[in-house]
């Protein structure tokens, strides 16, 4: 059976449509929403007057983008606790690609939602998927000028907020490999080998699994959280390392029901900063791979 072009285009590029849209709003449920919406729009254009179907869908995901994103920052300001991305299961390829995995860590995407929504779509567009300017202020109804600007200003704001030093693959495995083990043996002890002293924690239950209602500063307080949700867990602790939106993490069990996904920020082998998603409702992309792309 053949397949007519516009569909064609669309599923050659859907994963690249699913990324920017991830990227730009942290949530897959949301991502996969727009993609909906930009099949709709796509479908009833005229294809015949489109000289670059990516371009074009990309300019589509961008709006549609904007628009939900600004309505999720008014309900962000509501949320219960901490509010992290949404977690991804990814493949060892998206980690291949450094600047893919970077751009989709969990770090970065909290670095991103400091950013006005115009400020993050062109971060995006233009350091991640290098769309050029002119594209860019297709997408959002800008200036080419302005769009320079707000550029400048976005990696600004960024690079003094994203993480400097450069994350030894191996340091980070090690410490997964303690919190596994500190995890399934209940000797939470052992973390107190891997935690900085003044490590951050932050945990996102949604107002539905137990979390902080901010974040929990300095060691010896991330293990008493620990201890307490641990010593409340319906049944035996498992804990798996998998890849999580492009670098090692945890996929935990409680009582064989998927529980939290656990990824972390390790500097000099210790961990300084630890993303604990408790929020069932975010928990839907963790048990088979996401695929991205660029």
Do not use: C
């Amino acid at each position: 059976m053949s397949v007519d072009p516009a569909t064609e285009a669309f599923v050659a590029h859907r994963n690249l449509l699913f990324t920017v849209a991830y990227e730009m709003l942290g949530s897959a449920a949301d991502a996969e929403d727009v993609l909906q919406e930009t099949w709709l729009r796509w479908a009833d254009v005229d294809h015949g007057e489109v000289r670059d179907a990516r371009s074009y869908l990309v300019r589509i995901t961008t709006r549609l983008s904007l628009n939900r994103l600004r309505t999720l920052g008014r309900q962000r300001e509501t949320y219960v606790g901490p509010w992290l991305p949404e977690p991804l299961l990814t493949s060892p390829d998206v980690a291949e690609d450094v600047e893919l995995a970077d751009s989709v860590s969990t770090a970065m995407l909290l670095v991103l939602e400091t950013l006005t929504p115009t400020e993050r779509a062109v971060f995006v567009l233009r350091e991640v998927f290098d769309v050029e300017y002119d594209e860019i202020a297709a997408a959002v109804d800008k200036a080419p000028a302005a769009v320079r600007q707000i550029a400048h200003r976005a990696r600004s704001h960024v690079e003094a907020r994203r993480p400097r030093v450069q994350v030894s693959e191996a340091d980070t495995r090690r410490a997964i490999a303690t919190f596994r083990s500190a995890a399934e043996t209940g000797d939470l002890q052992r973390l107190l080998d891997v935690l900085a002293p003044d490590v951050v924690m932050m945990t996102d239950g949604g107002g539905v699994k137990q979390a902080a209602l901010r974040p929990i500063v300095g060691a010896d307080k991330v293990l008493r959280f620990f201890v307490g949700i641990t010593a409340k867990a319906p049944g035996p602790v498992a804990a798996e390392e998998v890849l999580v939106n492009g670098a090692p993490g945890l996929r935990l069990t409680a009582g064989g029901e998927l529980d939290t996904i656990a990824t972390m920020r390790v500097e000099g082998g210790r961990v300084t900063a630890l993303y604990l998603v408790r929020n069932p409702h975010k928990l839907g992309r963790v048990l088979s791979e996401t695929p991205l792309a660029r």
